[in-house]
């Protein structure tokens, strides 16, 4: 495997994050260019999900055909014509038409990345290419809402857009020019309808695949519940400026990042299998700290940012590590098992922000709550995974 492909592979993941999260603090300026009522601008948002919804499983069965190479420069041209269309758009519906078309491209360098880290490595080597890959994903939504407010300091709020093209033309240049396709000819197949709802249904059916996947779609639920949640409880409650924000989600980031590159010494040591139970049961014991604090009246900031770090942190160590085994015994069928996780995973991910706004009471204990609910449903994901694994130890 070439040294510069995780690089590579790396850029082209952060695609999705940064565009659903770098334009997020443009809202009240895209509803002020034009004239909608606040809140309308979420529609974009809507269309963005729904676009990544229907091209993750879109994508992997294109994978799965046509190998890897091609389906991933396609689809960065489409997200490239997309954010350029977002840029130009001149009312709010073509706004989230574009979006939903940019989702459709952009969920193209969601999975495929993870299919081709199927298809050049398994083991520990897995690991550690996942772990980077996760590194960028988790990353960069945490950093893209800074950027998108560096713009928006600068230009207008199509700007952003206008950068998201820019960051599409150079990966379709980098795709085009380095990428190899790493799924051989003999190994391509072409399904119709009836055949890939069969082969989605045999995916399922693994329960191998099938543990994991919720293992890593639960820890993106908390995730996604502190990236929804966070801003209302240190801004409103806690009244922190944006810079101050910006700092606490710096220093988040900083320790996704130095979990996640730990990752693969702990794998090597321990095993993926303990490091990813010992992952979600210390992110457990961080949130019901957070659950008691929130409930019983906050001590000051550091009571809460604490536990939310130790959270944050540990959930570096099964994101990767969940998508790993979850491909594990996919070899043939990478880029459809990859493109089913994602988009289960997003499905359920994307709910805890819905959930902390329907909780939203002006306190912490939305995002304590819904934290919880992730938490809870990786722990229980994980029990019946150990429990498949013995079965199939067993059963050989």
């Not at 303990?274 to 659950?291: P, T, Y």
Request: charged share 10%; proline share 5%; hydrophobic share 55%.
């Amino acid at each position: 495997m070439p040294s510069w492909l995780p690089i590579l592979l790396g850029f082209l993941t952060a695609i999705g994050p940064i565009s659903t999260d770098m334009y997020l603090p443009a809202f009240p300026a895209i509803e002020a260019s034009f004239g909608t009522e606040t809140g309308t601008a979420q529609i974009t948002l809507a269309t963005w999900f729904v676009g990544l919804a229907v091209g993750q499983i879109t994508q992997g069965t294109l994978a799965d055909r046509f190998g890897r190479r091609g389906p991933l420069l396609v689809g960065t041209l489409i997200y490239t014509a997309g954010s350029i269309g977002c840029a130009l758009a001149p009312d709010l519906g073509t706004l989230a038409a574009f979006r939903c078309v940019a989702a459709f491209g952009g969920s193209a360098s969601m999975v495929i990345p993870r299919a081709i880290v199927r298809d050049v490595s398994e083991g520990l080597g897995a690991t550690r290419l996942m772990s980077r890959l996760m590194l960028v994903s988790g990353v960069a939504p945490i950093l893209a809402p800074s950027l998108g407010g560096l713009l928006l300091g600068v230009a207008d709020w199509r700007a952003i857009f206008w950068v998201a093209a820019l960051y599409g033309v150079v990966s379709c240049v980098i795709v085009w020019w380095k990428l190899p396709d790493t799924l051989a000819t003999q190994n391509r197949v072409s399904l119709g309808v009836v055949s890939l709802l069969t082969r989605y249904a045999d995916i399922l059916r693994d329960p191998t695949f099938l543990t994991h996947m919720l293992m890593g779609g639960f820890m993106m639920f908390l995730m996604f519940a502190y990236l929804g949640g966070a801003p209302g409880v240190f801004i409103e409650v806690f009244q922190v400026s944006p810079q101050i924000f910006g700092a606490l989600f710096g220093v988040n980031a900083v320790g996704f990042i130095g979990m996640s590159q730990l990752n693969p010494y702990l794998v090597g040591r321990f095993g993926g299998g303990k490091v990813i139970s010992w992952g979600s049961r210390v992110s457990a014991v961080a949130v019901l700290v957070l659950l008691f604090v929130s409930i019983t009246g906050p001590f000051g900031l550091l009571s809460v940012f604490v536990p939310i770090f130790v959270a944050v942190a540990s959930s570096s160590l099964v994101l990767p590590n969940s998508a790993v085994g979850a491909l594990a015994r996919q070899a043939m069928r990478a880029g459809s098992a990859s493109a089913l996780m994602g988009t289960l995973q997003f499905a359920l991910a994307a709910s805890a922000s819905l959930v902390v706004g329907l909780l939203s009471d002006g306190t912490v204990r939305p995002l304590a709550i819904t934290m919880l609910i992730g938490v809870v449903g990786a722990l229980v994901a994980d029990l019946f995974r150990r429990r498949a694994l013995r079965r199939l130890a067993v059963t050989g």
